[in-house]
């Protein structure tokens, strides 16, 4: 291990179950992260991103994870560390972004909170020490209205500021090494852009090494001075950034790159990467005539969904002498959606696109306005017939670790 080198991960194997039969799924990974740089680790979902940054963290379950290899940070053998030894290095040396912030932050904590108790306990700050940097944080992290977020539950605000929060506890202790793991999925396109440069400026600032996790090829082009391409728990290939984004050798590179959705033309169906790495892959080019008879198709019938001067007001709990404050999630939004289309709907974090798809749904009441489906306005339905049309109106929700039920099987 050099002095330059930070991070140093050599024949990492991670397997799960018991030990006569446990299943591998990092399969002898060796990589290092020298100090103060940036290396991008890309790959698709359960390539083993996210599996091999936990294990950096020493964040697995001890009775059924199995490790063989050396991770090595600053010098030190992270993997034959006490839990006491290695507890006291996170979060002040080592950090992590954790891709899912609704279930990484604690629902009956608030969010200012759980981040000064991070600098009370690795920092030492007095409580009034640790509020003052905790708002700053927030400010940094591009938040809106920090002192009300502060006070807030996370339940309380959307998936893209609970991520900023996240963020914002990652690097309240300025650490050495921070590991990314999908740090601007639920954000928005113009807040990622600023996360990404404030990430760039701390780690310039500080010195810090980063270790960024996405399926994001894009964002890792921006941010990583190195690139690692993993699959099914092995890298395939690592490089400069340049070098592999322009020159790729391995066939399963090829592929990532090549599998990424072009803006200039439309294909009927979208190439995978093992239909590009098998060379079956033909496309098929919608033309503008056939979008047109489409069109026509679509919006000569009845709209299937109508939403009218739809309004959501959620309204705060004030103290005993306190006014009670409106805050306007929904604001008059009306629109039509008819059978066989796909409509977007595109904005920043909170500012009401989910809570729109709950009203929607009636998992939230709508203060005022209509939500027309077929015709019939859902809000006047009863309970029991609203439990029937959900047959029909179905959500795929934001956060599917917390939408899932962790005691019953997938199946």
Known sequence: MTESTLLEVRNLKVAFGKKQKSVEVIHGVSFDVDRNSIVGIVGESGSGKSVTSLALMGLLPKKNAHFTGTIRFNGMDLLSMKAKEVRELRGKEIAMIFQEPMSALNPSQRCGYQVAEILQLHLKMSTSEARKETISLFEKVK????????????????????????IAMAIACKPKLLIADEPTTALDVTVQKEILQLLKELQTETGM??????????LVSEIANKVLVMYEGVIVEEGNTVDLFKRPKDPYTKALLASRPTLDKRLKRLPTIASLEDKS??????????????????????????????????????GLFQKKRAIKAVNDVSFKLYEGETLGLVGESGCGKSTLGKTILQL????????????????????GKIRDMRKEIQLIFQDPYSSLNPRMTIG
Do not use: C, W
């Not at 938040?143 to 609970?162: D, N």
């Not at 892959?281 to 056939?290: M, R, W, Y």
């Open 143 to 166: 938040l809106p209205r920090p002192r009300e977020i502060y006070r807030s539950y996370p339940h309380q605000i959307s998936g893209g500021q609970m991520q900023r929060v996240m």
């Open 209 to 218: 090494s980063l270790l960024f996790i996405s399926h994001d090829l894009s």
């Open 281 to 318: 892959f033909k496309p098929t080019e919608i033309s503008p005539q056939q979008r047109a008879l489409n069109h026509k198709q679509i919006y000569t019938k009845p709209p299937l969904l109508e939403i009218v001067n739809l309004k959501k007001t959620y309204y705060s709990n004030p």
């Open 364 to 383: 939230e009441r709508g203060s005022t306005g209509k939500v027309l489906y077929r015709g019939l306005d859902l809000n006047v339905l009863s309970a």
